[in-house]
Each structure stands twice: as C-alpha cells, then as structure tokens.
C-alpha cells in the first residue's frame, strides 16, 4: 500500500521515515536553540562534555573503524587484499567438480553472481566451490 504516481512509487515506510526526519531535525535545531540562550545548559554541557569526552572519541574510533570494515568487505575489497596461495587453488581444483545441473531436478542451474546458482524449477540455491579465475 502506497502512493503511486505515474513515475514514482512512495510506500509508507518511506512517509514514515520521511516524518521521523523531520521530528528529528526539529527536536535537534529546538535543543541548540536552547543551549544557545540556557546559560544553565552551556555550563552543564561544558562539564559534562570534559568527563566523558575520551570514552566518546575511544567508542567513534571503534565504530568508524568497524564501519570501515564491513564496507570494504561488502564491497570485496577485502577479499581482493587477501590473497590465496596458488597452490592451494591448484590443490582444491583437482579435487572439485563442475556443478551444472540441479541434483533434485536435473535442470540446468542459472548463474545468479560469480560463485553463487540457483535451480530454475524448485528454485534452491547452491555455491560453487570453484576457484575464481581472473582474467
């Protein structure tokens, strides 16, 4: 259930986040708003601030770092970095065999992404235990 226009389509989850954004925003400008003309508050930040300021840049550096790292895995930048030996790969290649067809059905498998098939019929997903061969 959503609106639909003739070029876009908006679902309501996107209305919802769009809503919480603005309560967000508008929540965060009202509470600098009063921290700029709270005397009170500025004191209060400013020591608060100088307690617990090495714990919030120790726990930003943490996550930024793991952030950092699941994306450059998501986009295999990792797995390009850390190489296998060769002769591994030689080793394991003589030991597997090709998969093409389904082992359920008999039907030919659709290559889905490089190392990963899916059964056209009963709709199973299977790895490849191949090597990647780059060209």
């Not at 850390?82 to 039907?107: E, W």
Request: charged fraction near 15%.
């Amino acid at each position: 259930m959503g609106i639909r226009l003739s070029s876009v389509s908006i679902s309501r989850y996107t209305l919802l986040v769009g809503a919480q954004l603005v309560v967000n925003v508008t929540l965060a400008l009202w509470l600098y708003n009063e921290y700029l003309h709270n005397p009170f508050m500025q004191v209060y930040m400013s020591s608060l601030w100088s307690m617990i300021w090495p714990e919030v840049t120790v726990a930003a550096g943490i996550l930024v770092g793991v952030v950092g790292s699941l994306t450059a895995y998501n986009r295999g930048h990792l797995r390009r970095l850390i190489k296998v030996p060769s002769q591994s790969i030689a080793q394991g290649a003589a030991n597997l065999a090709t998969i093409d067809v389904c082992p359920f059905c008999d039907l030919p498998l659709k290559t889905i992404s490089e190392g990963r098939l899916q059964c056209r019929n009963c709709r199973r997903y299977f790895k490849s235990n191949l090597p990647k061969v780059s060209v």
